[in-house]
């Protein structure tokens, strides 16, 4: 393959594509909408909101949000807004072309009740540590200085991929690598790992049509969060000194989000 690519490292595809089961195609095919979905409520965008909040924290149980986007039920606004925010994020970018202006869009949609609004949409310009829950920093993210210009990259190699001719099996590699590069950049100030969730889909259903947006992935990362989150660390704890080779395991788990 050859590719013009300045970020989204290659060095892990060919090894990608051999470990790949050929069952996750025929589990792609397979997949279709719920009967829950009725109307303008659909079921697996439900999914997808709830499970990627849940992954950052948010208390929100599945069958409560269904409850309250279809039958009305009213619950605290601080239990159901940013779900809220997070679904109709996801409905945008079922709407909308996959490019950066779309999704600086879509985050100013998710991060409504999260971010001031001048936050909202907009690179961060300081500097971005993950911290553990005991207040530890286990990654320092990209210096507020290189965010703009590996953004700039990373959407010049987005267009690449969605211009190219792409097997199935690598258009999920780079849909992974896609979300692993941008929570590795971790260039917004709040709202990374949502986004690049999104994000990820969002490739495949420009590839692939709209039986994208009916992978459950968001609910198998949280079902699996811990490996999920140690997964990302693998690549190390320095956005300059990030090892790449190391991110088979978390390319794996898209596919195995589509075969399960």
Do not use: C
């Amino acid at each position: 393959m050859s590719l013009s690519l300045t970020l989204i490292p290659l060095q892990l595809l060919e090894e990608y594509k051999t470990v790949f089961n050929d069952v996750v195609k025929d589990s792609f095919e397979n997949l279709h909408d719920s009967s829950l979905s009725i109307g303008d409520f659909s079921f697996y965008t439900s999914v997808s909101a709830v499970f990627s909040s849940k992954i950052e924290g948010e208390d929100i149980e599945l069958d409560s949000f269904i409850k309250h986007k279809t039958l009305g039920v009213q619950y605290q606004p601080d239990y159901t807004r940013k779900i809220d925010d997070l679904y109709n994020a996801y409905e945008f970018a079922k709407s909308n072309t996959l490019s950066a202006d779309n999704i600086m869009q879509a985050h100013i949609y998710l991060t409504k009740n999260i971010l001031h609004p001048s936050q909202q949409g907009q690179n961060r310009k300081g500097n971005m540590f993950v911290m553990t829950n005991d207040g530890k920093i286990e990654y320092v993210a990209a210096n507020p200085e290189k965010v703009d210009p590996e953004m700039d990259k990373f959407y010049n190699d987005l267009n690449v991929l969605l211009k190219a001719e792409l097997s199935f099996s690598e258009i999920l590699f780079f849909a992974s690598m896609l979300h692993l590069v941008f929570v590795k950049i971790h260039p917004l100030n709040d709202g990374n790992g949502r986004t690049a969730r999104l994000l990820e889909k969002w490739f495949i259903a420009e590839k692939l049509g709209s039986k994208a947006w009916f992978i459950e992935s968001e609910r198998n990362y949280y079902d699996y969060h811990q490996t999920y989150y140690n997964n990302i660390r693998k690549l190390g704890l320095e956005y300059d000194q990030l090892d790449y080779s190391q991110a088979l395991p978390f390319l794996l788990m898209l596919p195995a989000s589509i075969k399960n």
